[in-house]
């Protein structure tokens, strides 16, 4: 499975980004994507995710802020971020997982799959 992320950049505080995850390959009908990030020095936390159903999941951080989406007919997710605040400054990955079970949604550790980063920075 191939991923590809994009849509990041600078953003004010209380801004808004969407980022797109594009993905492509062997995906089984139960693919899960997920967003992950990681801030400088840190590791890589949970964000969001959606499974094949489209039941969709949040970090406590930024539930009712983030909305994920999924476009099953463009194999991409969309993570729209509003009222960016400082501390989502991060790399954002996507990630893919063909077997995901839930109780492992939120575990960086059970994605098999990873795109390149998109950096996400919010200015005070």
């Known amino acids: 499975v191939q991923l590809q992320a994009s849509g990041g950049g600078l953003v004010q505080a209380g801004g808004s980004l969407r980022l797109s995850c594009a993905f492509s390959?062997?995906?089984?009908?139960?693919?899960?994507l997920g967003w992950f990030r990681q801030a400088p020095g840190k590791g890589h936390d949970f964000v969001a995710a959606?499974?094949?159903?489209?039941?969709?999941y949040y970090a406590d951080s930024v539930r009712g802020r983030f909305v994920l989406s999924r476009d099953n007919a463009k194999n991409t997710v969309y993570l729209q971020m509003n009222s960016l605040k400082p501390e989502d400054t991060a790399m954002y990955y996507c990630?893919?997982?063909?077997?995901?079970?839930?109780?492992?949604?939120?575990?960086?550790?059970?994605?098999?799959?990873w795109g390149q980063g998109t950096l996400v920075t919010v200015s005070s």
């Open positions: 990630a893919a997982d063909n077997s995901l079970i839930l109780s492992d949604i939120r575990r960086y550790e059970a994605y098999d799959y």
């Open positions: 390959g062997r995906t089984s009908g139960n693919i899960a």
């Open positions: 959606v499974r094949r159903s489209g039941h969709t």
